[in-house]
């Protein structure tokens, strides 16, 4: 009888366990952050202009990112998703940052569920902070940002540039729809 109702208990998270997105990265090419990170220039509204696919984001467009510094030192999380259209349904995610490497800024650690955290890596980012790379070593995770709703070609090729050079398969990019400018 225990084992049946540990069986019953451990399913889901053997099934959560295969949803597991696919590694996008060679991961013999050391991944490394950027030198630093101004974090109050971070700070703000970010669009997401691709990512590799992944279950939290399925089937989202419009998707947005708002950091904002809490009074107990964290970072306030808000993604905010449009359900299949960039004017569909709008769902938002509350999470909160912490910052690991206190020396850069540019390792942090993203938390949408409790006690559970993850990786989040600024791998890339522009002198004026209009453009950033987010990564992570396990390589199932990326997300190109931008401050604006669209990015020029050639802004396109360069970061596409960059991430191969840390490894990352591109070709897996989902290219997200944002609203008109």
Known sequence: MRI????ALL??????ACQSPPVNRDQSIPLTTVD??????????????????????????GVTADYAMRDDGLISVINTCRKGTPDGE????????????EQSNAKLEVSFFGPFW?????????EDYSLALVGEPSGKYLWI???????????????????????YNTNA????????G
């Open 118 to 126: 993850g990786d989040y890596w600024v791998i890339g980012l522009a």
């Open 90 to 101: 709008e769902k938002a995610a509350k999470g909160r940052a912490r910052i690991v490497d």
């Open 36 to 61: 630093y990170v101004d974090t109050e220039r971070y700070l703000g509204r970010w669009y997401e202009i691709a990512r590799f696919p992944n279950s939290f984001e399925e089937n989202c467009e």
């Open 173 to 180: 990019l989902y290219w997200t729809e944002q609203p008109p």
């Open 11 to 16: 399913a889901p998270l053997g099934l959560m």
């Open 4 to 7: 049946s109702v540990l069986c």
């Open 145 to 167: 940002l931008s401050r604006t709703p669209t990015i020029s070609n050639e802004t396109r090729v360069d970061a596409i540039q960059d991430l191969q050079a840390f490894g």
